[in-house]
Structure formats: structure tokens, C-alpha cells
């Protein structure tokens, strides 16, 4: 369009009602005046994208000499830049063929200095490489899946992490499996990388899902004993990969309790036994100080008021997975005279343990020996199938028994074996103690039995028990690889 040039001040007027200030000069409706730096000019309008031709809703912009649209589309409810047709969903709408879209760069230290961020803030963070989010508690990062080379959103305030790869190697799947780690927690705790009560521990998967955890302990320790809930864990064609966060001074302790990780757990708390319990013969026992102590002759059976979902030699129903039956043990000096003591036992029948096996039942000692005999102070194995009134796999008679391990007076054990429908596995402090023994059930093993072997009064050697649980087992042992630490840098 043509511009006409204004020589004389286009203003009349002198702002009073009779002579109103005023424009004159203009031809058409629409005209826009503009100065250009020395005079006042008349634009007339309609403009277009190349100063001719007006369109609808775009935004106009002046060039330095003449106004013209530019590239800012704006019909009232959206906003599109390089675009006519922003997305019905989007308030603002960025197209280019050759461009991308900056979004404010900052370091860490700067990201920090924005104060009282606006939930769904988003940054560019320059000290690690990510896009950020403020979530309304913390800074997170845009991701749809934790991949290994970024950290968890919720966890970003958390320093240090290592990397866990699980390998099952049977050949089936399980779900709700409990795994248990060895951490050196004092090396950690040392360097000043872990809160000294490991309060900062957290464990993911790898999109970020908490693993629910259970630190055994001790910590710190060389062997810090945690147990994890797996919700899953593949077959032998798959490996699981798991992260173990640490290193924030601040967190607070979200360990669970043992009784939400283990299929059953009863620690002794209170004075009394709870209605899981019975007593099978004498009450020389107590409960104090979160430990049962057995004493003469007591005999006391698990008999849960709601029965276990499933039979400790077979939980899946399809004989995949057994088992884990441990207790936490103390034995006391052996006495003069003292009779098998400190049993954990499984059997067909509650209170079902008798001299020699003699009523037939399906059952698994793992007690110390008789005070007069070579195995004093020996951990032993007695297994009847209940096919026959005797211990018909491993005992006397007529199987041979199974010294497992020596203990000492006054040291803790963690002792048990995991049952199966095929065989039963003796274990003392986490490691294999003897030979497994094979069998075929007559009866299934149902309760725990502890103290006393039998149902009668002898004296027995006294024996502390500090906790009692069911895990799920698997034939072979998972594989676990911890990797190295990794480093957060956005911390």
C-alpha cells in the first residue's frame, strides 16, 4: 500500500468541548498513524504478511519502516507461533521444520535461587544435563522411565546409588519374592556417604517404584543383612535390575516392618505369647525383652489363627517354590543330663513331636544334641516323611543322623532350611550347613514347633529365641551383582 506523508501536525484541537483534539489527514477506516522518526505518517490498512495484504488474528510488528504481520498467530483462545492452525488442546502451539524451543539454562546453584517456584516450573538444569520440573515438594526430572544414566525423580536429593541385577537361575518366574543383599554399610557409613543409621537407604526398580525393605542389620557392618519384596522376579531368560539409593543426610527411615516382607514373622514383643501360639507341654518359658527363652522341657507350637495361604513344602501349588522356615537362636551352656533342645521343627501335626517319630507324622527337626552324647553341642537333622513311624529319611533309627553344625554356648544362629516337596535344605547363618535329603511327603508339614522336641517334660538345655519367620524358597539360589557407585550430579 501506498504511505502519504503527513508535512504538517496531524493533531487539531485544543482539547476543549468546542475544538476536541483531533486526526486529520487519514482516507480510509482502519488508518494507522505512525512516526517515523522525523514525520508523522499515515499507514493505510489492511496490511499483509508482505506489508500489502492484512491476516485474520496474526499479530503485527514493525519493521523499522513500515508495519506488517509477523509470525505470531492469535485468534483469542490460542496462541501459535510458525503456525495458523495451533492444536485445539494447546494455549500455545511453537512449529518450525529447522528450530527447536529454549527454555530458561541454569545451573543447580541457580536453579536453587528461584524462590517460591510455581508447580510444573520447568528449567533446563545445566549441571547434569536434564529437563526439571518443580512437582510442589522438590525439583524431578521429565522422565517417563528411569533409564541407568539418570536418577529418580523423587530421589533427586539423594547423592549416591548402586546399581543390583538379580538373576534367577530356574526356570520359572515368582511373584512377591523376598531377596536377601549383603551391604558393607561401614565403609559407607565411614566415608560419610550413609546416614549412620542407614535411614537414607531407599531401593527402586527401574521406572522408580519403591521396593519395600527390611534391614536385618547389623548396621553399620561389613554384611548388613536387607531384605526386599520383590513384587516380580523373571526367570532364568531374564535379569531383574534394581537400584539401592543413599547419601542424604536429612531423609527420614522408611524401612518396613519384618511382618509386611516375610510370608510370616513373630518376634516375641510384649510378655506374652501372641494367639499364634500354643502350648504344647510345661510353661517353663517366657517372653521379655522381645525374646522367647526356652527352659525345662517346654514345648510350644504355631498353631496362626488364620492358617499360612499356602503349604511350606509347596506355595505355588505346582512344586516350583518351598519353604524358608528360620529362627534366630541362642543356646545356653549344655547341662549335665539335658536332652535335645532349641528345636525348630516343622510337622503334619500341631504339638505332633514324639520320641523316635513314633506316631508317624510328617516332620523336620533341626535342634542341638543330647548333653551325654558326641553331639552336644552339635545342630542336627531328623526328617520323617510320615510314610512310616520313624525318621525314615535322616535320624536313628533307621536314617543316619545329620550333624550339621558345631555351635558354641551364648552365640546368636540364624538357623533353617528350606523345604520343598522333593527334598529339605539345612542352613545356619545364611550358608548351606550339610547335605540336602530327598523325600516324597506321605503328609504335609503345616506348624512350627519350638523348644522341646517331644511332647513331655525333660530337661532341655535353655535356649533364647529372638525371632521366628517363612520366606519363599527356590531351589537355586538367586545370583546378585552390585555394580559400582554412581554419582549424583544434580545434588
Known sequence: GSQVAVTQSPVIGDGTTTNPIGLQGGTNAGDVLIWDGSQWQIKPSPFDSVCGTAMANYVQKWTGSELCNSIIYDDGTRVGIGTSTPGNSAILDVSASNKGVLLPRLTSVQRNTIGSP??????????????????????????????????????????????????????????????????????????????????????????CNPIPFYIEGPIPSEKTVIFLLLDSLPDSTKIKTIYMYYGNPFASPTASPPSAIFDYWDDFTGTSLSADWRICVSSAYTVSGSYLFVTNGASISHVPTTPLPYDLPDVTGNGNVGSFV??????????????????????????????????????????????????????SAWVGSGATANYNIAGSPPGLVMSCFHTADNIWYVIGYKVFTDRVHFWVDYEEACSYVSLTWAKTPRYIILGNYENDVVNIQDTYYDWVRVRKALRKEPVISMYSQETNSCN
Open 326 to 379: 528360620e529362627a534366630k537362636v541362642k543356646y545356653m551352656q549344655v547341662g549335665t543330663g539335658t536332652a535335645y533342645s532349641g528345636d525348630l521343627q516343622i510337622n503334619s501335626t500341631s504339638c505332633g513331636g514324639c520320641s523316635g517319630n513314633l506316631c508317624g507324622n510328617a516332620v523336620v527337626h533341626y535342634m542341638r544334641g543330647v548333653a551325654s552324647s558326641i553331639y552336644g553341642r552339635e545342630l
Open 118 to 207: 510455581d508447580t510444573g516450573l520447568i528449567i533446563y538444569n545445566k549441571s547434569c544435563h536434564l529437563f526439571e520440573y518443580w512437582n510442589g515438594n522438590c525439583w524431578a526430572t521429565i522422565e517417563s522411565k528411569c533409564p541407568e544414566h539418570s536418577w529418580c525423580p523423587s530421589l533427586t536429593s539423594w547423592k549416591y546409588r548402586n546399581k543390583i541385577k538379580i538373576y534367577n537361575p530356574n526356570p520359572f518366574s515368582v511373584d512377591s519374592f523376598q531377596i536377601r543383599i549383603e551391604i558393607n554399610t561401614s565403609e559407607l557409613i565411614l566415608a560419610g556417604q550413609m546416614a549412620i543409621n542407614g535411614s537414607d537407604i531407599r531401593f527402586t526398580d527401574e521406572n
